[in-house]
């Protein structure tokens, strides 16, 4: 019996852990995210924002990336770029369709930022929330 219960202990603490990390959570979202900034890879990272007027974007897809990839890389750059980064625990809205995830970026000149970053669920998958 204990043996059992162990087992079953073990079984749910790798399902929550796997949740955790997985793309398809607010956190697992705001982790892709942080991680492709910090790559430099500017299009995986803008590529998981939702936008309602996704037609409008893709015609503007090339203008929209560089603009994006312009502001991201000077202001990463002028603090030395992403050292690491840690993501906290997402607070989600009573509809469990947005969440809030806290994070920090520690920056290669040893600054720090705090901020949020503000998710949304569209048919089962999370994105970062652009607003749109």
Same mark, same amino acid.
């Given at each position: 019996? +204990? +043996?059992?219960?162990?087992? =079953?202990? &073990? =079984?749910?603490?790798?399902? %929550? #852990?796997? =949740? %955790?990390? *997985?793309?398809?959570?607010? $956190?697992? &979202?705001?982790?892709?995210?942080?991680?492709?900034? @910090?790559?430099?890879? /500017? !299009?995986?990272?803008?590529?998981?924002? /939702?936008?309602?007027?996704?037609?409008?974007?893709? !015609?503007?897809?090339?203008?929209?990336? @560089?603009? #994006?990839?312009? +502001?991201?890389?000077?202001?990463? !750059?002028?603090? @030395?770029?992403?050292?690491?980064? $840690?993501?906290?625990?997402? $607070?989600?809205? $009573?509809?469990?369709?947005? =969440?809030?995830?806290?994070?920090?970026?520690?920056?290669?000149?040893? *600054?720090?930022?705090?901020?949020?970053? +503000?998710?949304?669920?569209?048919?089962?998958?999370? /994105?970062?929330?652009?607003?749109?």
């Amino acid at each position: 019996m +204990k +043996k059992m219960i162990l087992l =079953a202990a &073990v =079984a749910l603490i790798t399902v %929550c #852990f796997a =949740a %955790c990390t *997985s793309a398809n959570t607010p $956190e697992g &979202v705001t982790k892709a995210y942080l991680t492709a900034v @910090q790559k430099g890879n /500017y !299009e995986k990272a803008l590529n998981l924002y /939702y936008s309602k007027d996704a037609k409008h974007d893709k !015609e503007n897809e090339t203008d929209i990336l @560089q603009m #994006f990839e312009d +502001k991201m890389k000077t202001s990463i !750059e002028d603090k @030395q770029g992403i050292a690491s980064f $840690e993501v906290g625990v997402a $607070e989600l809205s $009573e509809d469990g369709n947005k =969440a809030v995830v806290p994070y920090t970026v520690h920056y290669g000149d040893g *600054s720090d930022k705090e901020t949020v970053m +503000k998710t949304v669920k569209v048919d089962g998958k999370w /994105y970062l929330d652009s607003g749109k």
